[in-house]
């Protein structure tokens, strides 16, 4: 196959001030007399801030089940993500800067993981183990970017950054679009109880990126209810604070809450418990102005309060109960330090950024030196030292006892500055240079090993007077398609030639019948009347606690245009009408090709 690649160069070796960070392999076993190797859970939550938990000292909130996670295994009190939510879930997959990896957007490709990363899906099932992941992926739509493609041999949920409904929505089920069953982080949770069980007996991991409390705001009543009338105590409230959205998003978390308790009854009810890593995280900071620990910044904010995550790691009879770290860790060290806790053998061509976090977990006194983590988003590095952070502006602020960075302390600790600084340096000369100034890399379609390929209208370009549902790509539509001239697009590259069935998700009112749309690639075309009027109100509003900023959406059905011809290549695929019997063609929102055999 053709896929173009992102790398337009490679760095060759790190010098000696990233090398420590480093870490080649994990290769050495926890027993030798163990009969199974663990099984490793992962959680990931959405927009969830490090003070969205009663473990955090919040006293508003209750999250009894994620409290309970750190009593039986350890909390690491300085953990660090990304700013957002793509860059995080591409360094916990590959261990490896986000930038490293072709990751520098949230949506319309820039959240895909360059094809020459090895992923910890990759690494546990090359060694015997059952892979899965359920929810947000967030990481790349089209195979060979899709989950499917990147070690995980089950998956349920969305690729996208972010869903436009959390009731009944429809979905995907490895590559197949699927409708959900009732709320979405309760239908994924369900999932991931099922393959628990399906996999007692074999070594396994799973992965459970939830979507909230990520906007849009939507919770069942059962936890708005006890959340709605609460008061927020004055020493935790915020300005500019929206007290809805606080509201609602502590009903969220309760909500996890709840289905991480589900998941930890699961492994008591089938006795794998001791032989199963729990590992808890929130992808960055908190998605709205609420309480924080004092922390300056929120999702988005290279600060402080932006990129600290709590961090629960829980492995019963191995890690001591109640176990807190003090020293500071990154996303990047996840897939390292699962690595060397389950023995498996990491075997990739590029080095990891990360370092194994199993001497703080397993060690009493473990030897740990300092060592500078960075955060970078849009142009914005900060850089972290256990004690201190550089922040953008090359502001020093002392961590210790300024968590809101108030005070520059720079002109205080004179050689404490020039160290962060020269490392901060050198690490946009070493990584941010793998960054090339334009994405080449295509849209694939027809990958000889998947059945499936989804285009929605978030990887589409509008021509004419088309226009997008919303600002915000990710769970938008197209409407507005009022003339033959308009057309929608998508720039692709067909990896084998072959025949392919084209289904496009549409609705259409009664009075707009009738138009006739074709589909080219070229001279291959395939066109369609539309026929069956389907014009359902859009949906969302209803169920948000407060507004949202995202599309509303609505209830799209499948038009089966035929067959068409694809040849093997680079180019555009077009999607136009022949003609116009209404006021509007249709509101598009995706369209499916899948390989006929």
């Avoid at 009075?511 to 001279?523: F, P, V």
């Amino acid at each position: 196959m053709i896929i173009t690649h992102f790398r337009t160069r490679i760095i060759a070796s790190i010098i000696g001030g990233l090398s420590s960070i480093f870490l080649l392999s994990c290769n050495s076993p926890i027993s030798e007399k163990q009969s199974k190797q663990p099984n490793v859970i992962i959680i990931l939550s959405d927009d969830q801030g490090w003070g969205d938990l009663s473990l955090s000292g919040n006293t508003i909130i209750n999250t009894p089940n994620i409290d309970k996670l750190a009593q039986n295994g350890a909390v690491f009190d300085r953990f660090y993500v990304s700013p957002v939510c793509s860059p995080t879930r591409a360094e916990l997959l590959t261990g490896r800067h986000h930038v490293r990896s072709g990751v520098y957007s949230t949506s319309e490709g820039g959240e895909r993981l360059d094809l020459d990363e090895t992923t910890i899906a990759n690494h546990f099932k090359r060694n015997g183990y059952q892979t899965a992941a359920y929810g947000k992926w967030h990481n790349g739509m089209q195979y060979p970017y899709h989950p499917n493609a990147r070690g995980f041999d089950d998956f349920y949920g969305f690729c996208s950054g972010h869903w436009g409904n959390y009731f009944d929505p429809m979905l995907e089920h490895n590559g197949k679009i699927v409708k959900g069953d009732g709320f979405l982080p309760d239908d994924l949770t369900n999932k991931a109880l099922d393959f628990i069980e399906s996999n007692k007996n074999n070594p396994f991991l799973l992965y459970i990126p939830f979507n909230t409390p990520h906007s849009p705001m939507q919770v069942p009543d059962v936890w708005w209810d006890k959340n709605k009338n609460k008061t927020i105590n004055k020493n935790q409230s915020i300005e500019n604070e929206n007290v809805d959205h606080t509201k609602a998003a502590y009903a969220l978390c309760e909500n996890i809450d709840w289905n991480v308790g589900r998941v930890e009854q699961k492994l008591k009810e089938l006795g794998l418990e001791e032989n199963t890593i729990v590992v808890y995280l929130s992808d960055n900071g908190p998605n709205g102005r609420r309480w924080n620990g004092g922390m300056k910044g929120i999702k988005g904010s290279t600060d402080e309060g932006g990129v600290r995550s709590p961090l629960i790691i829980q492995w019963k009879g191995k890690i001591t109960n109640g176990k807190s770290i003090e020293q500071i860790a990154s996303a990047i060290d996840l897939l390292p330090t699962l690595a060397e806790l389950t023995g498996i053998k990491l075997e990739s061509k590029k080095s990891l950024d990360g370092k194994s976090l199993k001497p703080l977990l397993l060690e009493e006194k473990p030897l740990w030196e300092d060592r500078f983590i960075v955060n970078h988003w849009k142009q914005r590095t900060s850089v972290r030292s256990q004690q201190f952070r550089l922040d953008n502006e090359n502001k020093l602020f002392d961590m210790k006892y300024d968590p809101g960075q108030k005070e520059d302390v720079a002109l205080k600790h004179p050689n404490q500055l020039k160290r962060m600084m020269q490392y901060k340096q050198q690490w946009k000369s070493e990584v941010l240079v793998e960054l090339p100034v334009k994405d080449l890399r295509t849209t694939p379609v027809g990958h000889p090993e998947f059945k499936y390929t989804q285009l929605p209208a978030r990887d589409g370009t509008a021509h004419g007077n088309i226009i997008r549902s919303n600002r915000w790509p990710n769970a938008s539509f197209y409407t507005n398609w009022t003339s033959v001239n308009d057309s929608i697009t998508w720039n692709v590259e067909v990896l084998e030639t072959g025949n392919y069935e084209a289904i496009v998700y549409y609705t259409c009112s009664e009075e707009n019948i009738g138009s006739t749309i074709e589909l080219s690639q070229g001279e291959n075309t395939i066109q369609k009347k539309v026929s069956i009027s389907h014009d359902p109100p859009l949906v969302g509003y209803e169920k948000d606690r407060v507004k949202r900023i995202e599309s509303y959406v609505k209830d799209f059905i499948p038009l089966d245009m035929g067959v068409i011809k694809l040849n093997k290549g680079i180019g555009t695929l077009s999607l136009k009408a022949l003609d116009l019997k209404g006021t509007q063609v249709m509101d598009f929102r995706l369209m499916m090709l899948n390989k006929v055999q």
